[in-house]
């Protein structure tokens, strides 16, 4: 039998036991935020570093990155003048949100046509179980590994990552030639990809201010400008009636990867049926994975609840601005803040503040880690990989790809679009997750060949 045959079958041996790690990690609800008991934190912090110790993990520890929670680190060594691969994923999980909306309680796993439901069932726990099966195809095949395995499981990457200003204080600990992400998925279970890039962020806040005070809009009102109208006013010019920014220097990029079904698209998005899609002409892979995006994600103004007839002296609103991955966000954020200003009406006085960026990631795809990765998704798959994006951003790309620029960083993982992540009902499709473990495996002895 071919090696890849029977690591096939190994795998698929090993997927009940995968699956019963997977279900023990969802019933803890590791919510590693304020408000949230932190014991579960620990909880699954341990249970992990038990899972990576009976998966033949050696020098398994808990790190302790400043002001945040453990993260999980082991290592296999591998044959001499090897590669060194390091594994990622990480523990903690987004809150439940509405329990109401769950169709089965969200840290109570329950498998439902080939799913398992519960929160992190995916995101990213899905991460963590496809990194100890692949170890353990090795284990219970050969018995031994063809190159050098770090591991390394973090415990708050929903919220603020700590292992990012970690790295750089060790970066002797995270060195490696291919640094693997399993944070992600296909757009379609069974159609495998490679996520090469992911746009950039930036985010303000924008103040609008008319008067020193609020004042009695019967008696002012007419000729004395309103701050939230005039907020509103700016608001509404930052896009055309396509819905596309339109703010002249920032000017989409082309895509040129795989393109995004409409119909999956429009109810992952949980797009109501009779609304719209924006962009005009351009694709949504173009627009989510090359283009702009602006929101606003949160106002300061008064509630309707004890509404006064007032003119309103000030109004406040929290900007967010997704930049394409190829593009500057500091440039981004700099066109944005002069545009603000410039738009602002009736000479009203603006302020901007609390401003920060984080950059888009663009992977290198021409080494021997990415040749590896294709050739390993092709076979595990049966269909040729595709390249896609992400329109939102992880800060530990660029962490490491700073740290160790001649590293090669895969992302992909067994989270597909419908694995609703963040969402009520999120779920993994445990076929793909075998996929994905399978994938992994003969990336590893792929690598280990080149
Ligand atoms: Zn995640």
């Not at 929903?158 to 200003?165: P, T």
């Not at 109004?315 to 803040?337: G, H, T, W, Y």
């Not at 660029?398 to 740290?403: D, E, G, P």
């Amino acid at each position: 039998m071919s090696i890849s045959s029977d690591l096939r079958q190994t795998v698929h041996q090993l997927m009940p036991t995968a699956i019963e790690n997977l279900k023990q990690l969802v019933s803890i609800p590791s919510i590693a935020t304020e408000g949230y008991p932190d014991e579960k934190v620990l909880e699954a912090a341990h249970t992990t570093e038990e899972l990576l110790r009976a998966a033949g993990f050696q020098h398994v520890r808990l790190l302790s990155p400043d002001g945040g929670r453990p993260a999980i680190y082991g290592e296999i060594p591998g044959p001499p003048d090897t590669p060194t691969v390091l594994l990622y994923a990480h523990y903690d999980v987004q809150p439940s949100g509405p329990i109401e909306e769950w169709s089965t309680p969200p840290f109570e796993p329950a498998e439902r046509d080939g799913r398992l439901y519960g929160r992190g069932a995916a995101d990213d726990k899905s991460g963590i179980v496809a990194h100890l099966a692949t170890i353990r195809a090795f284990k219970e095949g050969t018995g031994k590994l063809p190159v050098g395995i770090k591991i390394v499981i973090e415990g708050d990457e929903e919220f603020d990552s700590s292992l990012a200003s970690y790295i750089p204080q060790h970066p002797d600990l995270f060195k490696a030639d291919v640094v693997v992400i399993a944070d992600h998925g296909s757009i379609t279970v069974g159609e495998p990809t490679l996520t090469t890039s992911l746009r950039g962020s930036a985010a303000l806040t924008v103040e609008v201010r008319t008067l020193r005070a609020k004042q009695h809009n019967g008696v002012f009102g007419g000729p004395v400008p309103d701050a939230f109208i005039a907020l509103c006013k700016m608001i509404a010019s930052l896009h055309d009636e396509h819905g596309r920014v339109q703010i002249p220097g920032l000017e989409p990029s082309e895509w040129q990867g795989a393109d995004v079904p409409e119909e999956a698209f429009r109810r992952a998005a949980s797009l109501l049926p009779t609304a719209n899609l924006l962009g005009g002409e351009r694709s949504l892979s173009a627009q989510l994975w090359a283009g702009y995006s602006l929101n606003v994600i949160a106002v300061d103004m008064p509630a309707i609840e004890g509404a006064a007839n007032s003119l309103i002296d000030v109004a406040r609103a929290r900007i967010n601005l997704r930049v394409p991955s190829d593009q500057d966000a500091e440039r981004a954020v700099a066109i944005l803040k002069e545009h603000l200003v410039n738009i602002t009406p009736w000479n009203a006085t603006l302020v901007i503040t609390d401003s920060h960026t984080c950059s888009g990631f663009v992977a290198k795809t021409d080494g021997p880690g990415y040749r590896a990765a294709r050739q390993a998704l092709r076979e595990a798959y049966n269909v040729e990989p595709q390249d896609i994006g992400d329109g939102a951003s992880i800060p530990l790309t660029n962490v490491l790809s700073q740290q160790f620029p001649e590293a090669e960083i895969l992302i992909w993982g067994a989270e597909d679009l419908a694995a609703g992540i963040h969402g009520p009902d999120e779920s993994v499709d445990l076929k793909e997750l075998e996929r994905i473990v399978l994938a992994q495996a003969l990336f590893l002895q792929q690598l280990a060949q080149r």
